[in-house]
């Protein structure tokens, strides 16, 4: 496993995300949420994994409690990160945090991150009391999510030092933050969480045929359409995969992972997949490689 150091936190370059533990629209059923999941969890511990991503808002909190009692007697092991959902009053910032820190059965959260800029408040109502939360010892770093460079550097601004990290959508298909937030987060020591590094399955190759059975059906990219377009794409990944004798999912994670200050949260429905999340930190892609999909992506 690779690890990533900034500001003073170190986690695993590839961590786990888990918004499908206890959510509903993934379809997963309860056997996953209650056996699969677990399972799932201590074998990214066991692998050197670090990085736990959930929030307040997956599952109503569902979330929080499975990966609350899935690491139970191996905190040590875990830099736990969860989300404050931004719709609310700035007052409750706090007690939020406090909901969370029970669900997850935890008395300090690693990294407690705005999830998304706030549509009523601005920074400076919400990231003071961040700090307080890290001055009480309660969380130990703030982040944001899904803020665009502005909005991040108002929150460090109202925060009055380092918002450690911003989590974004970022894959081969969604390469927006590469313009502005990575080269800002590598010159600063600040970190870029991705989501969705496989463009939720997309880049996978396993949708081409027909598109999966859950919300993600109804989204404009996995029509039929959209899906033909990425034929070359996914045909270099292939490729490009037979040779590192890999897969083309860590094929895509490994793109991200070659950028300094960049770690990714896939998540996994099994085990095995798991497994080939991590194993992707061991793909290193040559420049050649990189420059070659970084040009098919122009036209995905």
């Not at 929080?64 to 910032?93: C, H, N, S, W, Y």
């Not at 997850?104 to 706030?118: A, E, M």
């Not at 450690?164 to 990575?182: C, D």
């Amino acid at each position: 496993m690779k690890y990533v150091e900034a500001g003073g936190a170190r986690m695993s370059a590839v961590g786990l995300g888990t918004w499908q533990f206890g959510s509903m629209e993934w379809g997963y059923g309860s056997t996953y949420a209650r056996e699969e999941a677990a399972k799932i969890v201590h074998r990214a511990l066991e692998l050197g994994v670090t990085l736990i991503d959930t929030a307040e808002l997956y599952g109503f909190g569902r979330s929080e409690r499975i990966v609350g009692e899935a690491i139970r007697g191996q905190r040590d092991k875990v830099f736990l990160a969860t989300k404050l959902f931004p719709v609310g009053l700035p007052m409750q910032v706090a007690s939020k945090a406090r909901a969370s820190a029970r669900r997850l059965g935890v008395d300090r959260i690693d990294l407690y991150q705005q999830h998304g800029p706030s549509p009523m408040f601005p920074a400076g109502a919400t990231m003071p009391r961040m700090r307080k939360l890290v001055e009480s010892g309660l969380v130990g770093h703030a982040g944001v999510s899904n803020f665009s460079l502005a909005q991040w550097q108002a929150a460090e601004k109202a925060f009055g030092g380092p918002v450690l990290s911003n989590q974004v959508r970022f894959s081969l298909l969604a390469r927006g933050p590469e313009r502005e937030l990575v080269p800002w987060a590598q010159r600063n020591g600040r970190i870029i969480i991705a989501y969705s590094p496989l463009a939720q399955g997309l880049l996978s190759g396993r949708y081409q045929e027909a598109p999966p059975r859950n919300f993600r059906r109804f989204r404009s990219e996995f029509r039929a359409s959209s899906r033909a377009k990425l034929e070359p794409l996914l045909a270099a990944m292939s490729e490009i995969a037979s040779r590192h004798q890999a897969t083309s999912a860590q094929v895509a994670l490994s793109w991200l992972l070659r950028k300094p200050n960049v770690v990714v949260i896939p998540g996994a429905s099994s085990v095995h997949q798991l497994e080939q999340n991590v194993a992707a930190a061991d793909v290193e892609l040559s420049d050649d490689e990189d420059a070659r999909l970084g040009r098919l992506t122009l036209t995905a």
